[in-house]
């Protein structure tokens, strides 16, 4: 069974989709919520709730075939300050790093490293984090390779995130796992502009990742609301009225249109600041109905929560969305423990990896990458008892002699 380092872990979304196939050798968050959230769930056998920069090798056992860091986004993201890798957050990568150097030191390099974070992790001043995270890599000898994958292939929720999937140069990498070139399924044209950006030694050990394209989503945003949810109450008609009144022309055009549906239409509204008429920031709420959720974040302010806004007919109804309805859209099952508060419950989810997205990417590289070096390691080892064997046989073979 391959084991795992989970670090940045949050509610254990990671270890979700990596599933029980997988062993939780160590988990690391510094957040005693999510720490508490983790433990409902997983129990706190390889817990360890601290800052990463105070963890030792010493607490991280044995030796483990995959390190999965989703580091913070706040500073990488749009709505961050722009700090990137050398903010508050966002920094918290280097002692990360510094740790998989200490275990390579140690013989105990992981044999793969998953970077996970948002989007703008690629652009972020101008190129030079992307560069610097893969010339890190990079120098302890793993070979790399960056895609976007985004969530609403399996969920419906729109929530494209950076995967960087790194290998010890030493281990074997099935041929089918790597393309001749960039794949625009996989790889948009900001990670290509990155690519080009690179450092020689970068892009020598680059490789272009795999992946088949997964199946057509089946579930919409509608099968996952309920009429009478948990931790959220339905808005008074002059609330929902208010917030119909912050909407634009052409979001209330969307919101006509979905009454003349003739089916229960559910959207997703969030409130953006906006440039008015009068030149003036102005707060807007924005509504999709196209079955997809937006992207969910953590609720720092009310802005930050999604709302729901649900038509059928003439009627309009909207609430803030459910604690059970965020994890569903981050596709956690139905047995997964949320806390009791809505605000830690909607943090655990926003700030969460989505489950789905990990199984796949388990599914069609991890495992495959896996299973390559454990048939290297059998065959080295049966090779090794093979030679033993002969050579035993040589000897005896001259003592009979003699």
Not at 64 to 72: H, M, V, Y
Request: glycine letters at 8%.
């Amino acid at each position: 069974m391959p084991a795992f380092y989970e670090f940045f872990a949050g509610g254990g979304m990671v270890r979700a989709g990596l599933g029980s196939q997988w062993s939780c050798l160590f988990a690391n968050d510094f957040d005693s919520k999510k720490a508490a959230a983790y433990a409902a769930n997983w129990g706190s056998a390889a817990l360890c709730v601290k800052d990463v920069a105070s963890v030792s090798t010493r607490e991280l056992p044995a030796h483990a075939d995959l390190a999965w860091a989703s580091f913070p986004c706040q500073d990488l993201s749009l709505a961050g300050a722009g700090a990137g890798l050398q903010g508050r957050r966002s920094g918290t990568f280097w002692p990360f790093w510094r740790l998989i150097i200490a275990l390579a030191q140690e013989g105990r390099a992981p044999t793969m490293v998953v970077l996970e974070n948002v989007c703008g992790a690629i652009s972020a001043h101008r190129g030079r984090d992307f560069a610097a995270l893969n010339d890190a890599l990079a120098g302890l000898g793993y070979r790399l390779g960056a895609l976007v994958m985004d969530a609403v292939r399996f969920v419906p929720q729109s929530r494209p995130r950076l995967f960087v999937v790194c290998v010890q140069k030493d281990k074997p990498i099935p041929a089918s796992l790597v393309s001749p070139g960039p794949d625009l399924n996989w790889h948009p044209p900001s990670l290509l502009s990155a690519y080009q950006a690179l450092s020689p030694q970068a892009k020598s050990l680059w490789l272009w990742w795999r992946l088949p394209v997964p199946a057509a989503r089946r579930v919409a945003l509608a099968d996952l609301i309920e009429d009478e949810p948990h931790g959220a109450t339905w808005h008074t008609s002059q609330e929902t009225q208010r917030l119909l009144s912050m909407m634009s022309a052409r979001n209330l055009a969307k919101v006509e249109q979905a009454k003349r549906l003739d089916r229960r239409a559910v959207g997703g509204v969030y409130r953006r600041m906006r440039i008015g008429e009068r030149g003036h920031k102005v707060q807007r709420a924005e509504v999709r109905f196209d079955d997809v959720s937006g992207c969910l974040r953590t609720p720092a302010g009310g802005s930050s929560r999604q709302t729901i806004l649900v038509v059928e007919g003439d009627q309009v109804r909207s609430r803030l969305l459910a604690p059970r309805e965020a994890a569903r859209l981050m596709g956690l099952p139905e047995s997964y423990i949320l806390p009791e508060s809505y605000n830690e419950a909607y943090h655990l989810a926003g700030d969460g990896v989505v489950v789905p997205a990990v199984r796949y990417l388990a599914e069609h590289l991890l495992e495959p990458i896996v299973a390559a070096a454990q048939s290297r390691l059998a065959a080295a080892a049966e090779a090794s008892l093979f030679r033993g064997e002969r050579a035993g046989a040589r000897t005896q073979s001259g003592i009979s002699a003699g």
